[in-house]
């Protein structure tokens, strides 16, 4: 048994990884890594190490030889014309090396999406059915990161948490909950071929539960103040995209709730304020 991830030097494959390692012997994992030079965290837990570069197309094959299941996790170039460009290298490689079963980090809703990053997801996608390899799509749902653009440092400072006015509602997760459950389907994948799930939290969020959870992490009343004229990229990305669908697959993958956004945010807004 060999199952190898892509990817795996990113906060993602990190945690997966992990997640790995509790499930199943290190000698079955794979981390395929841009860098292997790079790869002491592998190594010391006994898991090997495979150079994997989406755009050296000619050495992928090698990568994956003798995998039986290879999780795909999505590129991180900022052009999506590059990125579609990489995973169709990495899926044709996949084919050659006779991989058996191939998982790829999608985005959830994506059809509900009218970004090139909807776009990019739907594309890999179809390139994964048209290989005909069996596959399972772990449709992610926007990390809760997001809300690192809306200044919570500033809101605890004064007291006042300023968004664009609009009805918003979140189905934001964060990377330990996606990498657990992607995890779980590695060590079982046979139990979810031919699958897709859309991984959201279990319920969604608002500004004002955010306004209520930075209250209670700062242990001081903040309000929330609605404003049409709010100037920030963040909003017209986040209105073009399904943020507010809900699936129980993430809980029903975990076997428990997804994290609280106060469990979730806790950690950033404690980094951010240093
Ligand atoms: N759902 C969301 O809200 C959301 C948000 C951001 C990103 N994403 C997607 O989710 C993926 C995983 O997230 P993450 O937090 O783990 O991102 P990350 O920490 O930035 O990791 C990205 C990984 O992709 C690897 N990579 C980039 N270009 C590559 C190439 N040409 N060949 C091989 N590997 C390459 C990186 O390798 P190096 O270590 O060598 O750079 C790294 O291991 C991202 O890549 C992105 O596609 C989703």
């Given at each position: 048994m060999s199952i190898a991830i892509t990817g795996a030097s990113g906060q993602l494959g990190h945690l997966?990884?992990?997640g790995l390692l509790r499930r199943i012997p290190a000698e079955w994992i794979l981390a395929c890594v841009r860098r292997p030079d790079a790869s002491g965290w592998f190594e010391e837990r006994g898991v090997s190490v495979r150079p994997c570069d989406y755009d050296q197309p000619d050495a992928l094959e090698q990568a994956f030889a003798g995998v039986?299941?290879?999780l795909l996790i999505s590129s991180s170039h900022q052009d999506d014309t590059v990125r579609l460009r990489q995973h169709a290298h990495v899926i044709e490689a996949a084919k050659k090396a006779k991989v058996g079963h191939l998982l790829y980090t999608s985005f959830a809703y994506a059809d509900n999406g009218s970004v090139p990053l909807a776009h990019l997801h739907l594309a890999t996608e179809q390139a994964i059915l048209a290989s005909g390899i069996p596959y399972t799509f772990l449709r992610n749902a926007l990390y809760t990161d997001i809300v690192g653009a809306l200044g919570l440092p500033g809101?605890?400072?004064q007291g006042e948490l300023v968004v664009r006015a609009g009805d918003w509602t979140f189905n934001t997760v964060i990377r330990p909950d996606l990498a657990e459950a992607a995890a779980a389907v590695l060590a079982n994948s046979e139990a979810h071929l031919n699958r897709s799930y859309e991984l959201t939290a279990s319920r969604?969020?608002?500004f004002e539960d955010l306004a209520d959870a930075l209250a209670e992490i700062a242990g001081k009343p903040i309000t929330l103040r609605r404003d049409p004229e709010v100037q920030s990229w963040i909003y017209g990305f986040l209105s073009r995209?399904?943020?507010?669908?809900?699936?129980?697959d993430l809980e029903r993958l975990?076997?428990?709730p997804t994290a609280s956004l106060?469990?979730?945010i806790q950690p950033m807004v404690s980094r951010e304020r240093g």
């Open positions: 997966i990884v992990e039986s299941r290879l809101a605890i400072a969604t969020w608002t995209i399904d943020t507010s669908s809900v699936s129980g975990l076997g428990r106060l469990e979730s």
